[in-house]
Every structure is written in C-alpha cells, then in structure tokens.
C-alpha cells in the first residue's frame, strides 16, 4: 500500500482548511509537495493579513519557492481543497506547477468558469480528492455567518 496518496496528501489540505474555519477564514486549505514531501502548509489568511491575495494557493507557491530557492515549481504536487480561483490559477501557470489536485469544485468563482486554459500546459489536474467533505465544511461556514 502506498503511503503518500493524493488522499493523504488532502487529508493534510484538509487540516489547514480546518485551521482557515477555526479563524474564521473561508475554510481553504492547501499543502504543497514535491517528491512525496510536504514543504509548505497554509490557509487562507485574507482577513488576519487584511489581504485580498492571501489565498492559500498563493501563500503555498511563495512558501515553495522559498523553500526551494525558485520561482519554478516543476516538480511540485498542490493539494487544494477547492478549485482555485483565476488569481490563483495564474500564479500556478507562472511558477509552471506540476500538478494541481484539489476537492470541491468552485461553482462561482473557480478558474475552469473561464473558457480560455489558465494553467500551464504541461500541469496535469485531478479534481475531486476529498470533494464531498471539503464542501461541507465550506457550506458549514458561510452558514455560521449567515445565521450571525
């Protein structure tokens, strides 16, 4: 059996969202892998940043780069729990990730709504790991913050 599965690597995406909802950020969380390690965690951090950008797509590309030293992600696996949205599907064709996985589709906001290809050709894409749970919890927040 192998250990380091596009599920585990969600389950891992999965707490940092938990991190996001616990903080009251719009619960999306990301890790960023390259050859089956974790070299970045995050979460969105748009409010405690008072950032727009800070998305943890975007906070993920810029903790590997400095991880590894540069600007391209070739070798590198993203683990997002909802489809990024366009901002974040440019910085991914950018820094020419290899590999986009994520949950829950992003029915109002997310890159594939666009009909011109955002990603970098060579970056392959799997969509759905984890889905079902991520939007829960996504639907679980935004309705704690109706019901305020």
């Not at 690597?9 to 996001?20: D, G, L, P, S, V």
């Amino acid at each position: 059996m192998e250990l380091y599965t596009e599920d585990y690597f969600m389950r891992e995406a999965m707490k940092e969202a938990n991190k996001a909802f616990d903080a009251g950020e719009v619960p999306v969380g990301a890790v960023m892998a390259c050859q089956n390690k974790i070299i970045a965690r995050t979460h969105n951090q748009t409010e405690q940043l008072t950032d727009a950008t800070a998305h943890a797509e975007m906070l993920a590309v810029t903790a590997a780069e400095n991880y590894l030293g540069s600007k391209y992600l070739t070798e590198c696996i993203l683990y997002v729990t909802l489809e990024p949205c366009v901002m974040c599907a440019g910085a991914l064709h950018w820094v020419q990730l290899q590999k986009l996985v994520y949950g829950a589709s992003d029915l109002q906001r997310g890159y594939t709504l666009v009909n011109a290809p955002l990603l970098h050709p060579k970056t392959q894409v799997v969509k759905g790991v984890r889905g079902e749970e991520s939007k829960k919890l996504i639907d679980r927040f935004f309705k704690r913050i109706r019901e305020k």
